[in-house]
C-alpha cells in the first residue's frame, strides 16, 4: 500500500494510507449521488464525522442524515453513551459507524500503556453493549499520539484532513467555507454534533458536497477495510 506523510500541530508525524487496487464495493452508478453503497474508485467519497457525543443534538443530527440518506461516523466518549443509548442504538441501526473517542477525552500521549487498553476497553464494551459490535476504528482526543498510545491501541486510528474549527468558530458560514475549500475526494472532515452551530451547519454542507458530487460514506468504508492497528490514517487519498 502507497503511502505518504504528513504532520500533525504536534509535529508528529503520521501516515496517510492510499486506497490503491483495493477490492471495489458493491457497484453503484457513478452519478447517483444518493446511492448507500457507492464504488469510490469510481465515484468522489467523503466521510463526515462527528466528536465529543453523542449529545443533545445528535438526535437532530441523524435526522438529517437521514432525509440526506448520509451516512458518518461518530467517535463516541465512553461516558457519555450510557445517557443516550437510543441515540447509539440508532447510529448503527441507520448505518453509522460507531467508533471509539475514549472514556472521557484524556490525551493518550499523558496516559501509560496500560491506562490506555483499560480506557479503550471500557469505551468499547459501553459501546457494544449497545451496539452489538466494538469500535472498527478510534480517533485519539486532540488527535494526540505518541509511540506508547499507538502500540497500546488497538484498532487503526482515524484522524482528519478537514478541521473545520466549528468547536472555535463556531458559525455555519465559516463551516461552509471551510469544507468548500478543502475537501477533496478521499478527506475525512472533522465536525462535534455536540455544538448547535455544528448540527446547523449540516445541512448546507451535504447540499454544498453532493452538488460537486461527493458521496458520504463511514470511515470504514472509505479506507474499504485497508487499516492496520497502530496506523494513523488522515484520509483515503489515491494518485
Ligand atoms: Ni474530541
Redesign the pocket.
Known sequence: MHRTTVGTAGGLLITSGLLLGAAAPAAAAPSDVSAKSPDCSKVKCVALTF??GPGEYTDELLDILEEHNARATF?LLGSKVGSHKAEVRRMAEEGHEVGN?TWK?DDLATLSADEIKDDAERTDEAIAEVTGEKPRTMRP??GSLDDTAREAVEQPIVLWDVDTLDWQNRDVDKILDITKDETADGSVILL?DIHETSVDAVPGLLDELKGDDFHFVTVSYLFDGDLEAGTAYSDARSG
Open positions: 466528536d465529543d467517535y473517542h477525552h482526543p486532540y462535534h
